[in-house]
């Protein structure tokens, strides 16, 4: 069956431009988070929406981060004016549940991002 | 607060040998403790998880980990690597508390022939 998938897998940016993930969530799912992975380092959280809510976006770094879920189904998560410090997998996961406890969500394959 | 350490960055054992990775925490409130895979281009998928129930959990693949509440630690062991195991492995912690859900840096199982 479909899990979550993500778009493009590897983008490579110039330092300054701006650009635009996707996630495609498992249909029907409510909850949908995006994580940040450095290299090396474990995914931390970045934000969350409950349908088209975005109920918690502490873990987003600057203002430069911007994500979206319009229709409470695909998200975008922009980046504007990148710097090299972005460059990370991007990671997107769903949940069927309200709130979606950890053990709750399917994970996408990510999107690296690499900035020069 | 809380928060997670995995004591080995890198792991390497050969094939049908036992697989020891580390994990330490640390939590102001009752802690859930998850071990979860990460394969190369793949999703990062959930091996097994400790909710406050039986300290000895079992996993998928033949993964446990045992919860010691004394040494604060959860590690993860499987009694026999398979080639397959070869993966980035991360010890998460969250809590009801304040659901703040945070990941270790992992620790990357290399499978020796």
């Known amino acids: 069956g479909a899990g979550v998938s993500q778009s493009p897998r590897y983008k490579v940016a110039k330092r300054g431009q701006d650009v635009a993930l996707r996630c495609d969530p498992i249909?029907?799912?409510?909850?949908l988070f995006w994580y940040q992975q450095a290299l090396g380092q474990g995914p931390e959280f970045l934000t969350y929406f409950q349908n088209e809510a975005q109920l918690d976006k502490s873990g987003l770094p600057s203002d430069r981060f911007f994500a979206e879920r319009p229709e409470g189904s695909v998200s975008t998560l922009k980046i504007q004016r990148t710097q090299q410090e972005d460059s990370a997998v991007y990671l997107c996961?769903?949940?069927?549940?309200?709130?979606?406890?950890?053990?709750?969500?399917?994970f996408g394959p990510g999107t690296r991002l690499t900035v020069l | 607060a809380q928060s997670v350490t995995q004591l080995d960055s890198h792991v390497s054992v050969s094939e049908g040998t036992p697989v020891l990775l580390r994990c330490n925490y640390s939590?102001?409130?009752?802690?859930?403790l998850f071990w979860y895979v990460q394969h190369p281009n793949k999703g990062l998928q959930l091996l097994l998880k400790y909710t406050s129930a039986a300290t000895l959990v079992k996993g998928i693949n033949g993964f446990e980990a045992e919860f010691k509440k004394s040494e604060t630690s959860f590690h993860l062991t499987k009694p026999s690597a398979h080639m397959s195991d070869a993966a980035e492995y991360f010890c998460v912690v969250t809590t009801n508390r304040d659901d703040k859900i945070i990941f270790g840096k992992g620790t990357r199982l290399h499978i020796l022939p």
């Open positions: 249909s029907g799912h409510v909850s």
């Open positions: 996961a769903s949940s069927s549940k309200r709130g979606g406890g950890l053990d709750e969500q399917f």
């Open positions: 939590s102001s409130y009752s802690p859930s």
